[in-house]
């Protein structure tokens, strides 16, 4: 068969999508669509290919876009005595030594290589079940490949090297919980591709029994969650009205260099405050992979499948749900608030931390912030230049900042902070175990 060159607006469109890719998530922008890309043309046989997409254009654009930014930042960001420039510190701090856990300053942690594979078993929840199914029917013999594939398998292996290129790479490097989901996609559409070819097949075909039997493994484990999900839910207490959540739940500050971290820290007692979601989580869940079952049993499989669909709206709505309930852990917005009713021209806020623990102040506000903290985190790279405004208060200089005759607010999580032992404060207000305190 003829193979005609694809069009110049498919080959620039990638182009411009990779130069996006960059400006947004830097240089695994460019990397992960040329991996992807080139790895399944070696093993299609068909690398020749890469000469028909118009290199020496879509090179153009891809710089015409990607570049001036990086030149400016460049440019307005050069080296000055000890401090690193532009350069240095986008490519080489926050790409190869982020890349080797080797970043300054280290403020983060990597997730568990095997909690970070196995967490793909929740981000594909339930579609998990179909995904051995249609990894079989990725070609895989040097043979197939050499022979020629029909589109579904090109398409197919086209999606297992997008997924398996994202989840090889982070293996390698620093990681965090959500890096994988990249990869989701990619595994949705292989997953699809399987389920498609299952609803059209003939009633006793392999694909409509491995359906079934997929099935009959989802309804145990929606019935094994339904078990666990009540006893829990027997357990758990409804907290008293008024109760802040932040009192129910235990401290792991060692874990909350990790996105997910705070959920380390529920306790049996602080689950009652998400008894609502958390029943009818468990019920649709019963009840979605129980009318799975039921339709695929029936040889009715896209009704399976729009009932599977269907549960996870209900299920992806309780935990938004539990997601607000838990919202004043990880977001100060009502101390924010409370801030604002108050705040005059002049006033100065300090949080007593890093920069990330109260970033929320200075989203709800639009308040620029005082850091309370040695020079770290996400700030401190900017801080190293000698024209930077400050921002990092020292000890010393924050006690004058508190004597002083300004108003000052105190984010803190701490019940009586060291730094103000022996000055008198006033609370002006308290949320998720989070405290605003003001000098007046």
């Known amino acids: 068969m003829k193979e005609f060159p694809p069009s110049r607006l498919s080959c ?24 992807v890309i080139g790895l399944y043309l070696i093993l299609a046989g068909n690398l020749r290919h890469l000469l028909r997409m118009r290199l020496f254009s879509s090179t153009l654009i891809f710089f015409a876009v990607a570049a001036p930014w990086h030149i400016l930042a460049t440019l307005r960001n050069p080296d000055q005595g000890a401090v690193h420039g532009f350069l240095w510190f986008y490519f080489v701090n926050e790409h190869f030594l982020r890349y080797l856990n080797k970043r300054m300053p280290r403020d983060y942690d990597t997730v568990p290589l095997m909690i970070f594979w196995g967490l793909l078993l929740l981000w594909l929840l339930p579609w998990i079940v179909f995904l051995p199914q249609a990894l079989k029917k990725v070609p895989v013999r040097w043979r197939e490949l050499r022979s020629g594939l029909n589109a579904r398998k090109q398409a197919c292996l086209l999606f297992l090297l997008w997924a398996i290129v994202i989840l090889l790479f982070f293996s390698f490097s620093t990681r965090q919980e959500y890096y994988t989901i ?3 996609p990619a595994l949705a559409l292989l997953v699809g591709s399987w389920l498609a070819q299952e609803s059209d097949s003939e009633m006793r075909s392999p694909e409509r029994r491995a359906g079934k039997i997929s099935s009959i493994g989802l309804l145990v484990a929606g019935v ?19 109760v802040d959540l932040a009192e129910l739940l235990k401290k ?10 705070h959920f380390f820290d529920l306790t049996p007692q602080a689950l009652g405050a998400f008894r609502g979601p958390q029943l009818l989580f468990i019920l649709a869940f019963l009840l979605g992979t129980g009318l799975n079952w039921i339709f695929r049993r029936n040889s009715r499989p896209g ?68 850091i309370l903290h040695e020079p770290s985190g996400n700030l401190w790279y900017g801080s190293q230049f000698p024209d930077a405004p400050r921002v990092f208060e020292t000890r010393d200089s924050f006690l004058r900042l508190w004597s002083g005759s300004g108003r ?22 308290r949320s998720g175990g989070k405290s605003i305190l003001t000098n007046r």
């Open 224 to 242: 094994a969650e339904f078990v666990i999900g009540i006893l829990l839910l027997r357990v758990a207490k409804t907290p008293a009205p008024g």
């Open 303 to 370: 009704r399976g499948n729009l009932a599977l669909a269907g549960m996870m709206v209900v299920m992806l709505a309780c935990v938004h749900s539990a997601f607000v309930t838990f919202s004043p852990i990880i977001s100060s917005q009502q101390l924010a608030l409370a801030i604002k009713k108050d705040y005059r021209p002049g006033d100065t806020i300090v949080v007593a931390g890093e920069y990330e623990d109260g970033s929320t102040l200075n989203f709800y506000t639009g308040i620029p912030l005082r």
């Open 252 to 261: 792991n500050p060692d874990a909350y260099a990790l996105s997910f971290g």
């Open 408 to 429: 000052v607010f105190l984010w803190t999580e701490q019940e009586d902070p060291k730094e103000l032992s022996g000055l008198p404060r006033l609370v002006l207000a």
């Open 182 to 184: 990249p990869a989701l």
């Open 12 to 35: 620039w469109g990638l182009a411009v999508a990779c130069a996006l890719n960059v400006l947004t998530k830097g240089l695994i922008g460019l990397v992960f669509p040329v991996a």
